[in-house]
């Protein structure tokens, strides 16, 4: 299982905010971590979060850490707001339409401790 800050790494790296060896800095990782986190709210609110928010499956790694990057980028670069509309729309949609059919394929306990 991955952790928030793993997503949130992975992310910084897809970014080349820093280098593939590199760890993030306390502020990155918080910053990214505390995205992971808003994202997450989202999904639990529209009742895609089928997993305890600090056990990331494995299968989610790549399509959160997209969605988690698509937030991120206005942060470290300058975007134009269009295009990071378009691109934050089209990882959190590719994400959605992945948890819909994983949903309908092979459903997920959540288990909280």
């Known amino acids: 299982m991955a952790t928030s ?5 992975l992310a910084l790296k897809h970014l080349g905010v820093i280098a593939a ?13 505390d995205t992971y986190d808003r994202l997450y709210a989202e999904l639990q609110e529209d009742g895609f979060a089928v997993w305890a928010s600090a056990s990331i499956p494995r299968y989610l790694e790549d ?21 990071h509309e ?6 959190d949609q590719t994400l959605k339409r992945w948890l819909r059919r994983r949903r309908t394929e092979a459903p997920v306990e959540i288990q909280d401790y």
């Open 63 to 83: 399509a959160l850490m997209r969605c988690v990057a698509a937030r991120l980028r206005p942060i470290f670069y300058t975007v134009e707001p269009a295009l």
């Open 21 to 33: 060896e590199e760890t993030p800095s306390s502020d990155d990782a918080t910053e990214g971590t």
């Open 5 to 9: 800050l793993d997503i949130a790494t």
């Open 86 to 91: 378009a691109e934050t729309m089209s990882a």
